[in-house]
Nanobody
Framework: QVQLVESGGGLVQPGGSLRLSCAAS????????MGWYRQAPGKERELVAR???????NYADSVKGRFTISRDNAKNMVYLQMNSLRPEDTAVYYC????????????WGQGTQVTVSS
């Protein structure tokens, strides 16, 4: 009923920037919160950033001051601007949504690879 599709990943050098986008589509009555998680090889998936419908923000300590999450409510989209990227930011980044469709549920995108390497 609901699909999340990420875009914008890729290979970037240390210190560079990338912008991830996530589009939510389908039967959507309301979006309570959207966020970005990441999972590096051999590690658990972790929260990167989250934004609620009221605009409250939550960031992982490791990305504070470097990453910025934003959303376009009219387009059902969420973005992650990533600056000053480090090799340790390398991971698959997943879009997540707390969305009310026919029922309220948590949805995930398929993930987009971000690789930070020289």
């Amino acid at each position: 009923q609901v699909q999340l599709v990420e875009s914008g990943g890729g290979l970037v050098q240390p210190g560079g920037s990338l912008r991830l986008s996530c589009a939510a589509s389908g039967v959507i009555f309301s979006i309570n919160a959207m966020g970005w998680y990441r999972q590096a090889p051999g590690k658990e998936r972790e929260l990167v950033a989250r934004i609620t419908s009221g605009g409250s923000l939550n960031y992982a300590d490791s990305v504070k001051g470097r990453f910025t999450i934003s959303r376009d409510n009219a387009k059902n989209m969420v973005y992650l601007q990533m600056n000053s990227l480090r090799p340790e930011d390398t991971a698959v980044y997943y879009c997540n949504g707390d969305i009310r469709s026919w029922r309220r549920d948590e949805y995930w995108g398929q993930g987009t690879q971000v690789t930070v390497s020289s």
